[in-house]
Nanobody
């Protein structure tokens, strides 16, 4: 099995920055695609960003383009989300997810149902 653990969430003022991390353990050799999702109270879980194994291909939700950057360090089995220019509407629980796919293309598979493993989430709160 695979265990994903997020960290780095917290309270920040609008315009500020946070960096989320996701540590993977277990059968990580089988993990290729990774992504970040978020869920605000009363709303469905939504896609934020995704990245392929090599890091050469990424995809972002329109609402975060130009502000968020997804990256990964395969040697450390880590996934990151750098969030800049945060807005109150970015407030949500952020989840790390992974997909078993040797040829993962983040532009084709980026819905929650297309990912196999999930972390427990980390809260991000942006105050106005």
């Amino acid at each position: 099995q695979v265990l994903l653990v997020e960290s780095g969430g917290g309270l920040v003022q609008a315009g500020g920055s946070l960096r989320l991390s996701c540590a993977a353990s277990g059968r990580t050799v089988s993990i290729y695609g990774k992504g970040w999702f978020r869920q605000a109270p009363g709303k469905e879980r939504e896609f934020v960003a995704a990245i392929n194994y090599s890091g050469s291909s990424t995809n972002y939700a329109d609402s975060v383009k130009g502000r968020f950057t997804i990256s990964r360090d395969n040697a450390r089995n880590a996934l990151y989300l750098q969030m800049n220019k945060l807005k109150p509407e970015d407030t949500a629980v952020y989840y790390c997810a992974a997909r078993r796919d040797a040829s993962y293309n983040p532009n084709y598979y980026y819905t929650a149902s297309q990912f196999d493993y999930w972390g427990q989430g980390t809260q991000v709160t942006v105050s106005s």
